[in-house]
């Protein structure tokens, strides 16, 4: 299993990024999948949640309304198109699979997102 994000960068408050992670390893379209962020000297946050089929999101508050969660089920690749950043939103983003028990059972090296003026 390997998944490799990417898309991460310096961005202005107010401005947008799109997060990608490409998927391989295993039957991509079978999973529900994840992004988990890590802020400078905080511990892991749950971002959003995707169906295995697309057809269902989650997101946590902190960023409903602003972010959203997509894939491509022929491409293997996992999306997170986010809007309106705000410093808070400064992070490590990571990619993850959620397992048959749910937890997060692989991780991608992750990709920095930085919002700063």
């Known amino acids: 299993v390997q998944l490799v994000e990417s898309g991460g960068g310096l961005v202005q408050p107010g401005g947008s990024l799109r997060l990608s992670c490409a998927a391989s390893?295993?039957?991509?379209?079978?999973?529900?999948m994840s992004w988990v962020r890590q802020a400078p000297g905080k511990g892991l946050e749950w971002v959003s949640d995707?169906?295995?089929?697309?057809?269902?999101?989650y997101y946590a508050d902190s960023v409903k309304g602003r972010f959203t969660i997509s894939r491509d089920n022929v491409k293997n690749t996992l999306y997170l198109q986010m809007n309106s950043l705000k410093p808070e939103d400064t992070a490590l983003y990571y990619c993850?699979?959620?397992?048959?028990?749910?937890?997060?059972?692989?991780w991608g090296q992750g990709t920095q997102v930085t919002v700063s003026s």
């Open positions: 390893g295993f039957s991509f379209s079978g999973y529900y």
């Open positions: 995707i169906n295995d089929g697309g057809g269902s999101t």
């Open positions: 993850t699979r959620r397992g048959s028990t749910w937890a997060f059972d692989y």
